[in-house]
């Protein structure tokens, strides 16, 4: 069985820093793709980025780019997700999963984390 824990999530100001934290059990995340997502009240799930294997192998959405970072630890089998900067139009709820190939589309992956709430506010 494969399970997807985060933490991480809370309150923050605007330009402020944020990281998530994503643990995977049952499955390694060396030999999987590791991704983002969030989704916003009244809005579809959106993608944020995702890791592929090995370096260099990194999508992020545009929303994100020069923000947000995507990093894992292989031997904690942990992935991250390093949020600077963050404005107001980041508040969402934010999920961890993985996927088999990389993909940006959500339904491309087939396990998930529990999501963790991220609010962005003065």
């Known amino acids: 069985q494969v399970l997807l824990t985060e933490s991480g999530g809370g309150l923050v100001q605007p330009g402020g820093s944020l990281r998530l934290s994503c643990e995977v059990s049952?499955?390694?995340?060396?030999?999987?793709?590791v991704g983002w997502f969030r989704q916003a009240p009244e809005k579809e799930r959106e993608f944020v980025g995702a890791?592929?294997?090995?370096?260099?192998?990194?999508v992020v959405a545009e929303s994100v780019e020069g923000r947000f970072t995507i990093s894992v630890d292989n031997a904690k089998n942990t992935m991250y997700l390093q949020m600077d900067s963050l404005k107001f139009e980041d508040t969402a709820i934010y999920y961890c999963a993985t996927a088999r190939s990389l993909t940006t589309v959500w339904r491309g992956y087939d396990y998930w984390g529990q999501g963790t709430q991220v609010t962005v506010s003065s």
């Open positions: 890791r592929g294997w090995g370096p260099g192998n990194t």
């Open positions: 049952g499955r390694h995340i060396r030999s999987a793709v």
